[in-house]
């Protein structure tokens, strides 16, 4: 049956639940507080990493973190005012990086990756939206044999699930990426993968996309959400919205919303920055390659070059470091001599995470007119699709391609 049902946010979840909910002719309303494509999904890498499988949290991270400590501009980061707030779930974060949890966290991981390209060609393919998405590998490229061999726990885990992926010499590197300069020796190449050459054309293009097939989209702030017996209402400075059910999707933002609906989820933020390089240097890579040592990505985009990476646990609301990314500029310079390292600008976006790495994916625990999609960590672009699909399959009744009771709000 054809219900009015609301969905709060226009990243990259919201719009892609809003595309595929419509497709069961719902009713629908798209709200964000600001213009469509504003938040993580505006700034991220652009990659769709089928297959993905390696949470954030894997078996020595503590180690790993320590080891960071002294270093100026570390890849993680914790801000000192805000080391209290984040503690608990750092806790939690590690309390999931015991082997049997990464194992668990791996397969529901890649219960959803499964379906990323498949899913984002069923959600956009009969549009025109098709051309900003482009066939890629995704390439991680080493300069130091020990640096790639600390790395071996998450191919072994990769093993163990299935993700495909081949080790690469220096020249086949070089075959791959001929204007990488010669210091990398070993590689990791993930094929059938998707890069989305702007991520804000692609989320921007998805809400256009819904609002010409009749679906409406506002810019309302929600801040109060009130259940009764058949109606879900939403308040805000904008006034009083009605509907039959909710969505929250509301990216880093939505542990405030879910906890007006008696979910109290240990959501949180890893922050992470961008820096934008000359259009002209967009010519210089053929697809996204990581850098092993230094963890930052380098994706050639229609914008240019974007160089994009860190994870900085500082809240919501504490200013950007811009510094962070700035700092990555000569090691960009020595992985590309041709590289124009220009600065054409700078942002910084919120990653919705959880512990596990696992999205909240599903219905409030007291009420099935509420529904959850947020917390997609570092693979938000890479689930987008899927997870509307299975956000359409539940509110329909049908059962979704995989079980989703492991992301559910009161798993912890
Ligand atoms: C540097 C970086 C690189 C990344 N690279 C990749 C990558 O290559 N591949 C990949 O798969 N993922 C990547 N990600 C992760 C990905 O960008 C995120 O997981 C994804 O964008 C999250 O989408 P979202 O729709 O949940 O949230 P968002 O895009 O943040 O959208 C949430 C929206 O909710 C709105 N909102 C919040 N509160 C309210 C409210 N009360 N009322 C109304 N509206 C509200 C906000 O304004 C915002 O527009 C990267 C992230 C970063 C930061």
Redesign the pocket.
Known sequence: MAERIII????????ASALALQQDDHDILL????A??????????????NDSCAPTAMPGILFDVIRMIGQPLPPVSIRPAYFHKILPWLIRFIWQSRTAAVTNNAIHLYALSKHAVKSWRQLIDKSKLSSVLEETGWLKVYELQKTFNATSKARVLMDAIGTQYQVLTGEQIRDLEPNLAPIFNVGLYQEDCLR?VN?HRL?AGMVDLFVSRGGEYRQ????MIKVANETVSLS?PGGVLVANRVLI??????R??ARLCGDNVPLDT?????LMLPESTRSLLNG?VVNGESSF?L?PMEMGIRI???IEFAGLTATPNYARMRSLLPAAKRMLPDLDTHEESVW?????SLPDSLPVLGFASNTHQVLY????????????AITGLVIADLVAGRKPVMDVSPYRPNRF
């Open positions: 709060i946010g226009a990243g990259v979840i919201g719009a709200v964000d507080r600001e469509p494509c504003a938040g993580a999904s505006f700034g991220n890498a652009g990659v769709i990493v989305i991520p989320v309302f702030s929600v801040e805000g999707a509301a990216g880093a933002w939505s405030t919303l890893e922050r992470g920055y961008h996204p990505v994706s994009s990476g860190q910084m976006g919120c990653r919705p999609a947020f917390g997609h960590q570092h693979l938000g672009m890479t689930l987008g």
